[in-house]
């Protein structure tokens, strides 16, 4: 692919209900940001990416209300949506749109309002003859494949409550976490309600109200308007088979994040991703996904994941921070959730990420996932 | 900070979904408790759901074979948070078992409710059959739940 | 910027129902443009599918058709809109040199549910939705704009969509007489039962492929635009997102927008007046073939219809006496065009 | 084999800061609310918070109507009339119902607003727009 980069990024605050905004407006507050953040004006943007699922909020072609607000108005504008991966998958397309020679500046807008809905009553508007009938939304769906998970690796619920713990306290760095808690212990977790065996509360991602932007330049223009572009060093994408029980062991062998991570660090010269990459912002919808990423990505050979967290390794100050901004599990706006990982991974290599940046950072990955075992992997570095 | 005012829009909605061929020939074989899946000829992978291309070889899949109403438990989990079901806007109270179940015959799993719902008594590998309502009617919910082969 | 061949094109439909279900269909129009491109599902690089959740009645709807359009273990990515906007990206990702094969996909079925009680849903919720107001009444209304100061107009919308529906071979459209259609009922007035383009279900693919033009058509140029969502905001008597789409994509191929001529024009009218629309954004006149085989009127399915128009314009440059010839094709969706694409294919050596 | 499947799910759509203002000043004060873009000097109905074409935010609210014109309408059969009206002291037009009974309505026509007796901050608050007879009845 052509060199392009990342010259902005802007947030929402995120939070469980944002009905002090519409949804037009809450695209805006993040698309502002954005280009507040890239020193650019509305009428800089030539095209408009936005990324929204589209029955958690009961809309078809959510871009024609809230296109204005993503300043879309008289621009070329499209709407992505690929369930858990449209956020990344969106920041892909835009990254292709602004390689292709025909815009110099792309702006992607993600965001949802789960407030507004029914989230897993939409998620589950699956195959009405097979597994409409049993439909449990991502929950259900998730909490079966720890079963494997656990069964194979032997991995504990406080190994995976300390991701939990990780996620809340560096979101408490984070303005625009949902959730956050300095504070939070390891016992918090295990005390947490029991959603779904063995889910608790705080193992899993909340539902939040949010919006998250990038603004994506031709490598022409993020030379001349930024000193130090997030440059987009490779994207893959893999998507799956249809059905939840199509997938073989899904966080044991999650073929599609493998795949796409594999190709990624390929196309971006990585070999060794605990030692190259300085941090990751990765979709880790549960805690336990966390642990099984670290071992699809590579952090760490099968069955060494519980280790890994247990000794600080992706802590913030660890030797490779996964999730310094607190995570999916700190904040979820499903359509902005993918665009937050890319984002955070943005601002932390063009050193603006505050409280939470990583001091030096230079190459960082961000994934993205579904429920239908999606993935999307994106490489961004501090050089072409 | 001044009101904030929201507009309640209740979606009521229908669709006709099409089964297609093989899900109809399926759904026919669940009205007499017979299940089958289709079968791909280069990779041999056995699907359920019955459907058009086995999509890693994309080759079309027209055999059938036969599959157990007994299986094996994959994955499991108990549910514990209600869940709203779009298709009756009741909601669906917790705790239930579900699980992932390889039944005899096919290679894929099918997602479904279990009649356990004690963590304890659940684990994978565990051998489970199905348990059919009275009445079929050539659907999915024909199936009550799996139960333990004891 | 290489060169983006259309190496093949494949259509189901457009009947009034399909009676397939999703993927068995989309997986028909899949197979043609395969077949059409002679090349296997091993030489696709990546997919761009067109559909809408609230169409299908499912979430994610890429979901059931990820396996029928060979996108498992590769990249893809669902475009919610028309066909032609997947198209648009489609050729980004081309030009980027992000992939080299590309196939792009879209499906619809208006046959399992009421569209217009769908569309509502694509309103603004707080000042429209409520209302009852849909795609079909925002059509009425800016069909109404137009008809003000022209008395002559729904004599023409008749004529005009007597005559696209006679050169449909889709079997969908009803033949009807001018009178017969100035007598259907009133559906939006002014537009009445005849003027509408007939619902169905159907799929369409393309495969774009860089390369030469050797081969046959090319996709020189492409454009899109997203107007203002409240049509108090727009001035209906123009298609201006279309005139900016249209100028975009002359720009890519390299055409002055005002000197850009063309032999065949395939613009998606869901009714007559839109092709009066069509022609005063992109200043075609009368040189233009326009839609021979009976365009929308002779049978539309939403999402897939703007594709439909470019799988038409491709067929017709691909005909004897038409090689080197040069073609407009265009898709809208939401209220009144609020949402506009076009793309200008140049027939092969 | 065609199965119709039904779904039911409550949605709940927050009207955001101009919207909320706008529906509130339906509600309590019988009144329509605009809002006034200061950069492109046009007063935009229904209230907004941001101008569609310039992009600007933080737009003074003004009161418009109740007096409108008809810009455009649509008859739908079982659904009444659809009509674009440009309130008084408004430069862009929203849409609403046109109340009948009505014969042939023209492009221009004077309208008044009609508000419901029972009002919640909903869009349905107006009843629509009738048409003034010239008589001044």
Redo the contacts between chains.
């Keep these: 692919m052509r060199p392009v980069a990342i010259i902005g990024t802007g947030q929402t605050n995120h939070a469980r209900c944002r009905d002090d905004v519409s949804q037009p407006e809450l695209v805006r507050e993040a698309a502002s940001r954005a280009l507040d953040d890239a020193g650019l004006q509305p009428a800089d943007v030539d095209a408009v990416i936005l990324s929204n699922m589209e029955l958690f909020e009961g809309r078809a072609l959510p871009e024609l209300w809230v296109g204005e607000g993503a300043f879309a108005n008289g621009k070329p504008c499209m709407k992505i949506a690929t369930g858990g991966t449209s956020g990344t998958s969106s920041c892909i397309a835009g990254f292709h749109q602004a390689a292709s020679g025909l815009f110099d500046i792309v702006l992607v807008v993600g965001f949802e309002k789960h407030s507004e809905g029914h989230t897993q009553t939409g998620m589950a508007l699956t195959d009405p003859f097979w597994d409409r009938a049993v439909a449990s939304g991502a929950l259900g769906n998730f909490a079966l494949s720890i079963s494997q998970y656990m069964a194979e690796r032997g991995v504990s619920e406080e190994q995976a409550a300390r991701v939990a713990v990780k996620s809340r306290r560096n979101a408490a760095r984070n303005p625009h976490a949902h959730l956050s808690d300095a504070n939070a212990t390891i016992e918090d977790v295990l005390n947490s309600r029991l959603l779904a065996y063995p889910i608790h509360l705080m193992d899993m991602c909340p539902q939040s109200d949010g919006a998250a932007a990038i603004v994506v330049a031709s490598g022409d223009k993020a030379r001349k308007l930024s000193a130090k572009p997030a440059w987009v060093k490779a994207a893959a994408t893999r998507h799956e088979q249809p059905y939840i029980g199509d997938i073989e062991q899904r966080l044991l062998t999650m073929r599609t994040l493998r795949d796409a991570s594999r190709s990624a660090y390929a196309t971006a010269g990585i070999t060794e991703p605990l030692k190259q990459l300085d941090l990751a912002e990765i979709y880790e919808p549960v805690t336990y996904a966390e642990l099984a990423w670290y071992e699809i990505l590579g952090f760490c050979a099968e069955g060494e994941a519980g280790h890994l967290i247990e000794a600080g390794v992706t802590g913030i100050d660890g030797e490779l921070p996964v999730n310094p901004s607190g995570g999916v599990l700190s904040a979820n706006p499903v359509g902005a959730t993918g665009v937050i990982r890319v984002a955070e991974a943005a601002a932390q290599i063009l050193g603006r990420a505050g409280a939470h940046q990583i001091e030096g950072a230079k190459t960082a990955l961000a994934t993205g996932y579904g429920v239908y075992a999606w993935a999307d992997a994106v490489i961004l570095g501090s050089a072409v | ?21 093989s ?2 020939r399926f ?1 026919n074989g669940i009205r007499h408790k017979r299940i089958e899946a289709v079968k791909c000829g280069n990779c041999q992978r056995r ?3 019955p ?6 070889c ?1 080759l079309s899949l027209t055999e059938w074979v036969p599959v157990s109403d007994v299986g094996t438990l ?8 209600p ?7 009741e909601l ?1 109270d917790g705790p239930y078992g ?3 179940i390889r039944l005899d015959g096919s290679d ?6 279990l009649n356990q719902n004690d ?1 304890a008594k ?4 565990m051998r489970m059959r199905i348990v059919w309502r009275d009445e079929l009617h050539g ?3 024909d199936i009550l739940h799996f139960e333990e082969v004891s | 910027m290489r060169t983006i061949r259309i190496a093949g094109v494949g259509e189901t439909g457009p009947v009034q129902q399909d009676r397939r279900s999703i993927p068995e269909m989309v997986l028909g129009a899949v197979d043609l443009a395969l077949a059409d491109a002679q090349i296997g599902h091993g030489e696709i690089d990546s997919v761009v599918t067109a559909s809408v959740d609230l169409f299908d009645g499912l979430t994610a709807s890429n979901i059931a058709v990820t396996e029928v359009v060979g996108a498992v273990m590769k990249p893809e990515a669902r475009i919610a809109g028309d066909g032609l906007a997947a198209t648009v990206h489609g050729a980004c990702q081309i030009w980027a040199h992000a992939y080299d094969t590309v196939l792009v996909v879209a499906h619809a079925k208006t046959s399992m549910a009421a569209n217009g009680k769908l569309t509502q849903w694509a309103m603004d919720p707080i000042h429209l939705q409520p209302l009852g107001v849909n795609f079909s009444a925002a059509a009425g209304l800016q069909a109404n704009v137009l008809a003000q100061h022209d008395r002559h107009a729904e004599k023409r919308w008749a004529r005009l969509s007597c005559e696209r529906r006679a050169a449909g071979t889709s079997g969908m459209a009803k033949k009807l007489s001018q009178s017969e259609i100035l007598a259907s009922e009133i559906t939006t007035s002014p537009l009445r039962n005849g003027m509408c383009a007939p619902l169905g279900d159907g799929a369409c693919a393309v495969v774009l492929q860089a390369g030469s033009n050797a081969g046959g058509p090319v996709l020189s140029g492409v454009g899109h635009d997203l107007e203002a969502h409240g049509l108090g905001d727009r001035n209906l008597v123009h298609w201006a997102g279309l005139t900016r789409a249209f100028d975009r994509a002359c720009r890519v191929a390299n055409l002055p927008p005002a000197d850009a001529r063309f032999d065949l024009a395939e613009p998606s009218c869901f009714y007559p007046h839109e092709e009066e629309l069509f022609l005063r954004a992109t200043g075609i006149d009368g040189g233009t073939v326009i839609s021979p085989d009976g365009g929308l009127m002779a049978g539309c399915v939403p999402v897939v219809a703007g594709m439909s128009r470019l799988v038409a314009a491709f067929k017709w440059l691909r005909q004897t006496g038409n090689a080197g010839k040069r073609a407009l094709v265009h898709g809208h969706w939401g209220p009144a065009g609020q949402a506009q694409a076009v793309a200008i294919v140049d027939g092969g050596l | 084999m065609i199965r119709e499947e039904a779904i039911k799910i409550p949605f709940q759509y927050a009207a955001g800061t101009a919207g909320s203002e706008f529906l509130i000043n339906l509600r309590d004060h019988r009144q329509l609310t605009g809002s006034r873009c200061s950069d492109c000097e046009r007063t935009l109905a229904p209230a907004r918070a941001y101008c569609p074409d310039c992009g600007r935010e933080g737009l003074h609210s003004v009161n418009i109507g109740p007096g409108a014109e008809l810009v455009s309408w649509t008859i739908v059969p079982d659904k009444g009339v659809f009509a674009l009206v440009r309130p008084d002291g408004a430069d862009t037009a929203m849409l609403h119902k046109l109340l009948g009974p009505i014969d042939d309505p023209q492009p221009g026509i004077r309208l008044q607003v009609v508000f419901r007796e029972e009002r919640s901050g909903h869009i349905n608050d107006i009843e629509g727009f009738a048409i003034v007879q010239e008589n001044g009845e």
Aim: hydrophobic share 40%.
């Design positions: 900070m001044s009101e904030r005012v929201s507009v309640p829009i209740e979606m009521v909605q229908s669709w006709r979904y099409s089964s297609g061929d899900m109809e759904s699907y359920l759901p459907r058009p291309v086995c999509g890693n994309h994959e994955a499991w989990t108990v549910v514990y948070l869940f709203l079901d779009g298709r009756t806007g669906r579900m699980g992932l894929t799993t099918l997602n479904h409710f963590p659940l684990a994978v590998g659907a999915m919910d």
